[in-house]
């Protein structure tokens, strides 16, 4: 199977693997990063060039690597892209363990999916997070970088939905909800 990824600067056709005749849906993990008060959200602006959506607002997050906890994932994801620290889940992550090498792990996220009308399938799992430091850019990848007032960003998503990317906009409006 084939699908339409964004890599080096523009839009691929490639090979999705597949299991079974069924394509693998690639796991993303996404942030809700709340500031310490709890009034401001961490947003940033997709900035890879030549990208349809450069210059929208997404939430901070990236592909999930086999064998990572969840909340190992999200602060990897949240400092590689912001350089802001996250320093916890809002709900905490149990580890099952039944024996060993088989662990798993716990956790209440808000999911969206990618690929329902033939684009790359990939899960994005949102966890809500607390964080902290000044927001850095990540140029060819992220810019502006900043925390958001909470009712700014319930606001934009109202009156300009468009702003956002549409996994971002998804992940919002149910985090909202």
Same mark, same amino acid.
């Given at each position: 199977?084939t699908?339409q990824?964004?890599?080096?600067?523009?839009?691929?056709?490639?090979?999705?693997?597949?299991m079974?005749g069924e394509?693998?849906v690639?796991?993303?993990?996404a942030?809700?990063?709340?500031?310490?008060?709890?009034n401001?959200?961490?947003?940033?602006?997709r900035?890879k060039?030549?990208?349809?959506v450069?210059? %929208? +607002?997404e939430l901070p997050?990236? !592909?999930w690597? *086999?064998?990572?906890p @969840?909340?190992? /994932?999200?602060?990897?994801?949240?400092?590689?892209?912001?350089?802001v620290?996250?320093f916890?889940?809002?709900?905490?992550?149990? %580890? +099952?363990?039944?024996g060993?090498? !088989?662990?798993? *792990?716990?956790?209440? @996220?808000?999911? /969206?999916v990618?690929g329902?009308?033939?684009?790359?399938p990939?899960?994005h799992?949102?966890?809500e997070?607390?964080g902290?430091g000044?927001p850095?850019?990540?140029?060819?990848?992220?810019?502006?970088?900043?925390?958001?007032?909470?009712?700014?960003v319930?606001?934009?998503l109202?009156?300009?939905?468009?702003?956002?990317?549409?996994?971002?906009?998804?992940?919002?409006?149910?985090?909202?909800?």
């Open positions: 199977m699908y990824v964004w890599a080096n600067d523009e839009w691929l056709e490639v090979a999705v693997p597949e079974g394509a693998l690639v796991p993303n993990v942030a809700v990063v709340l500031n310490e008060s709890r401001a959200l961490l947003l940033q602006r900035d060039p030549g990208e349809p450069r210059g %929208r +607002l997050g990236g !592909r690597g *086999a064998g990572e @969840p909340d190992v /994932a999200v602060a990897r994801e949240v400092a590689e892209e912001t350089g620290e996250v916890g889940l809002t709900e905490p992550v149990e %580890r +099952l363990e039944s060993p090498h !088989r662990s798993c *792990a716990m956790a209440r @996220p808000i999911a /969206a990618n329902i009308e033939g684009t790359y990939s899960l799992v949102v966890f997070c607390v902290r000044e850095r850019p990540q140029p060819g990848e992220t810019a502006d970088p900043r925390w958001w007032p909470v009712d700014e319930k606001n934009l109202d009156e300009n939905p468009n702003e956002f990317i549409d996994q971002s906009r998804a992940m919002l409006q149910a985090y909202f909800s």
